[in-house]
């Protein structure tokens, strides 16, 4: 279920990402989460600076809708 989860996160913001430069450090940052030998905290890790760091990720203002 993670992988599909992280699948469609990846096939989702790939145009967006790309778009505003972010791709490389995005998909880096899936894979890791991806990854089964990486350590939970250090997902969390990662999946809280995602939320933080990536403009694609960003929810869409109610003004561009």
Known sequence: MILYTLDRLYKAAERHASATGEWQS?????????????ATHYKLAITARM???????????RGLL
């Open 26 to 38: 995005l998909r880096a940052d899936i894979l890791d989460l991806a990854n089964p030998r990486l």
């Open 51 to 61: 939320a933080r760091a990536y403009e694609c990720l960003l929810p869409l203002s």
